[in-house]
């Protein structure tokens, strides 16, 4: 209790001038409310009061009836306010004093606390769902002469929350300047202003708000330091801190102060942990969402649980469906855990926490709530994120405040539809587009890629020597992609410049301000892949990079594709080299392993496929003077060659089975020029010991372009003379006929060589 004199206040002259009509005092309704044998009013009811009496600045004058205006009857909200006016003007409140006790609804079983208090002092109830000091203010506006207010609410360190309202000196020295000075107008030149919230005159946040709410209302404060309210929960009914001298007594008797159950403290919020209610501030990096106060705690001394979160994003300047507030996985589980209900609403960026839970269970959701936002060009300004705990007595805390810095980064270009896909490359096929048609380049900050490069390599599997990388020449028309000389352009405008692409170099496309994503885009679609070696090139997949950079310091992905490149045949080549069988005359039809092997007649054959088998195709066969024969079995069995031709090759292979055999006519002997006429086989098609066509030869077919010719030398032997007509011959002879001749007369006697 307070028993010390007053210090002077100052003169009435020396108050700041009248202040403007208190705010909002349209938007309520009068309403009169009765507690035992005092007069009570609500806020409401007060505010719609004064601005009846608009006029009626003193009291006094507040006495007169209020007359309907225009000599019409009176409405029922006239009739109200007149009512409450009239009870206003004729409420005595003593010979001494005018006290009025506003309270706030939030404060639990505040009617025991006014139960005790003197019938002469007047109590406000504040509307819980607007702003208490914008309410104080309307039902102050107009009245002179007051000697005492007591707050009667929740509060903490520097902040003493009423309605929806919080007195902080920051909010007094701007928000709430011209309703301090609207009250200071109604305070006497002694009045007291008693501040029963917890803590509100607390460190030194509290000892500057005490102090401020004194000098903008010219009032004496008293207010506590410590909790206010049932020595059981560590309370008392002391407050200590005293700016000026206070000559007003606590309005709650001795035996309420005993036996309330409670403290006027609401919960509270602090986003940063570095001491109670500081404020916080996060940094949020493009497309990573961050925690907005993972070191954040949640504090009520009165409760043992709250039944309310309100986290809300003021300021969503890329969008309401961009920008979000949840929970991370962590405080997803424990909210489900604890049965609340998470809800988020895009319209008024609003994350609603509800259900009762202990206050360890509301601090882990919020220190895993998350700001999100999916923009990949973010608005830099500051974001605010407000957050308010509300208790089980449905005490609510001052709102903190999270401002959130944003900073965009720069996003690396894309190319989609391009990694994974392959291109098929055999040898000799000249240069083919690596890529399948459907790739797109987008770069989502950026129009354009100025300095930027396209690099195309082909890190693993590659051959420097064959490897080429180029750009395909479209033209210049709408839509195409150029190349003249080392200059790049699209539909006719230059987009870069390129290097490389040979001898194991990367192909390098530096661009210009002109390379859209769209020229970009083009210009992928047209990078080709060559393998120069035509005859036999390094067969297998090759990994084709594709890494591009916007010029902006960002680099895309790897995006690999595969060549794969495969050889095909190469004919084989046949050089015109003599090639003669040797038989002897009159060597008959050929059995065993006679005649000459297929390799006898496979010398001039090249063939720069690695490993490729040797063969003949046999086109043509002369055999007039004799009978060709092979056999593809050592030997063991033989066949007559036949009628062959261009179209009708027989086809041999080189290897230790195969012959040939001449067997000349009798007693033919000689050189028999291009008896056999054939055709290099690489045995790549076809199958030894058919007849197939030639006709088509040489590139990549199984056989030679040009032909060879083998002849056949038959040597002569000695062959004895002959006496044909003669045996058999038969001759009678008589005795005594003398000498008669033997031979018939029709011998001849001949010798061929």
Known sequence: ????????????????????????????????????????????????????????????????????????????????????????????????????????????????????????????????????????????????????????????????????????????????????????????????????????????????????????????????????????????????????????????????????????????????????????????????????????????????????????????????????????????????????TVSYTASTGVLLITGTASTATYQTILQGILYNNTSDQPTTSNRSITVVARDSTNASSTSRTATVTVTAVNDAATITSLSGDSRAYSEGAGAVVIESGNALVADVDSTNFDTGTLTVSIPTGGDSAEDVLSIRHQGSGAGQIGVSGSTITYGGTTIGTFAGGSSGSNLVITLNSSATPTAVTALVRNITYQNTDTNAPTTGARTVRFVLTDGDGGTSPNYDTTVTVSAVNDAPVLADTVLTLMVTEDAGVPSGAVGSLISTFTGGITDVDSGASKGLAI????????????????????????????????????????????????????????????????????????????????GITAFSSATDTVNVTVTAVNDAATITSLSGDSRAYSEGAGAVVIESGNALVADVD
Not at 204 to 222: H, K
Not at 285 to 312: C, F, I, K, Y
Not at 632 to 658: C, E, I, M, P, Q
């Open 1 to 340: 209790m307070f028993g010390q004199k007053k210090r002077t206040a100052p003169q009435q002259n020396d108050r700041p001038k009248p202040a403007p009509e208190a705010p909002g005092t349209s938007r309520v309704k009068a309403s009169l409310l009765s507690l035992e044998s005092r007069l009570m009013f609500d806020a409401a009811a007060a505010a719609t009061a004064a601005e009846v009496n608009q006029e009626q600045v003193a009291q006094e004058q507040a006495e007169s009836a209020v007359s309907a205006e225009g000599g019409g009857e009176p409405t029922a909200v006239e009739n109200e306010s007149q009512e409450l006016l009239q009870a206003i003007a004729t409420y005595n409140p003593g010979e001494s004093r005018t006290e009025i006790v506003f309270v706030d609804p939030t404060v639990p079983n505040y009617q025991e606390l006014l139960s005790g208090m003197d019938p002469n002092i007047a109590v406000i109830m504040l509307d819980g769902e607007q702003d208490g000091v914008e309410q104080m203010a309307s039902a102050l506006a107009g009245r002179t002469g007051i000697d005492a207010i007591h707050l009667i609410s929740h509060g903490g360190e520097g902040e003493l929350q009423l309605g929806t309202g919080t007195l902080t000196t920051e909010s007094m020295s701007g928000q709430y300047a011209d309703e301090l000075a609207i009250i200071q107008q109604a305070l006497s030149g002694q009045a007291d202003i008693l501040v029963y919230g917890c803590d509100f005159a607390e460190g030194q946040a509290g000892q500057e708000a005490a102090t401020l709410l004194s000098q903008l209302t010219g009032a004496d404060v008293a207010a506590s330091t410590d909790a206010t309210g049932f020595a059981a929960l560590g309370g008392d009914w002391v407050l200590e801190t005293q700016i000026g001298t206070i000559e007003t007594q606590i309005a709650v008797d001795d035996g309420i102060q005993a036996n309330w159950v409670g403290l006027l403290a609401a919960p509270v919020v602090d986003l940063n942990a570095g001491g109670v209610g500081n404020n916080v501030t996060t940094a949020f990096t493009e497309q990573t969402s961050v925690l907005m106060t993972p070191v954040g705690t949640l504090n009520d001394v009165d409760s043992a649980t709250l039944n309310r979160l309100t986290v809300t994003l003021t300021a969503r300047p890329n969008g309401n469906a961009v920008e979000s507030l949840s929970l991370n996985a962590a405080a997803t589980t424990v909210a489900s855990g604890a049965g609340l």
């Open 619 to 698: 086109t043509g066969s002369n055999q007039t003077n004799g009978i060709w024969y092979y056999t593809r079995n050592g030997g063991t069995t033989w066949t007559a060659v036949g009628t062959v031709s261009n179209t009708s090759a027989l086809l041999l292979a080189d290897n230790a089975s195969t012959r040939l055999y001449f067997a000349p006519n009798a007693n033919y002997n000689g050189t028999s020029t291009a008896a056999l006429t054939v055709r290099a086989w690489d045995q790549t098609s076809g199958t030894a010991g058919s007849k197939v066509s030639t006709a088509s030869n040489g």
